[in-house]
């Protein structure tokens, strides 16, 4: 059964860091992609960026480009969001999925970014 | 950005009765391979999204038969054969064929 368990959510200040980390179980994790998707309260989904199998592109979504920096650890099975310079619009619930057509999600971790 | 718009936004529907959601691209989904990357997923009240349909009609393990989906180019459905209590939530579709991967608004179903 696939699971992936995210955590290192949290509160933190406007122009604070924080890093997210998933842990994954039950595939071949080195050899899938895998993706963040974020989700603000009450509102819907919105991609934030993509790893791949080994780890040697990556994609993002301009709105979090040169702030967040996704990485992973295939020895680990462990999928990390450095996320640096946060700003209040970064509040949301943040997933982890496997590949990037997020065939299998995690609960999320909730990111509040308030001071 | 390719923009996904999807109609309705809200859907209320009788138990056992049919429902229909509608999701159109900016762009046209079909990629250099020839596949088209559209994916639909189901979010129930307080749970993680979950993938319902891949490449416009593919349904993922697990999902029942009553659900299906269809179209192409940049014109997409998602149907829903008989609508049931557990159906309850928001469905959204999303593109995979160009970067940034882009959702629809959503589409909150609900049991009249």
């Known amino acids: 059964e696939v699971q992936l368990l995210e955590s290192g959510g949290g509160l933190v200040q406007p122009g604070g860091s924080l890093r997210l980390s998933c842990a994954a179980s039950?595939?071949?994790?080195?050899?899938?992609?895998m993706s963040w998707v974020r989700q603000t309260p009450g509102k819907g989904l919105e991609w934030v960026s993509t790893i791949t199998d080994s780890g040697g592109r990556t994609y993002y979504a301009d709105s979090v480009k040169g702030r967040f920096t996704i990485s992973r650890d295939n020895s680990k099975s462990t999928l990390y969001l450095q996320m640096n310079s946060l700003r209040a619009e970064d509040t949301a619930v943040y997933y982890c999925?496997?590949?990037?057509?997020?065939?299998?999600w995690g609960q999320g971790t909730l990111v509040t970014v308030s001071s | 950005d390719v923009v996904m718009t999807q109609s309705p936004l809200s859907l209320p529907v009788t138990l056992g009765q049919p429902a229909s959601i509608s999701c159109r691209s900016s762009?046209?989904?079909?990629?250099?391979?020839?596949?088209?990357?559209l994916n639909w997923f189901q979010q129930r009240p307080g749970q993680s999204p979950r993938r319902l349909i891949y490449?416009?009609?593919n349904r993922d393990s697990g999902v029942p038969d009553r659900f299906s989906g269809s179209g192409s180019g940049t014109d997409f459905t998602l149907k829903i054969d008989r609508v049931e209590a557990e159906d309850v939530g928001v469905y959204y579709c999303?593109?995979?064929?160009?970067?940034?991967?882009?959702f629809g608004q959503g589409t909150k179903l609900e049991i009249k």
């Open positions: 762009q046209s989904l079909v990629y250099s391979d020839g596949n088209t990357y």
């Open positions: 999925a496997k590949t990037s057509h997020f065939q299998f």
């Open positions: 039950g595939f071949t994790f080195s050899s899938s992609a």
């Open positions: 999303m593109q995979g064929s160009h970067w940034p991967r882009t």
């Open positions: 490449g416009v009609s």
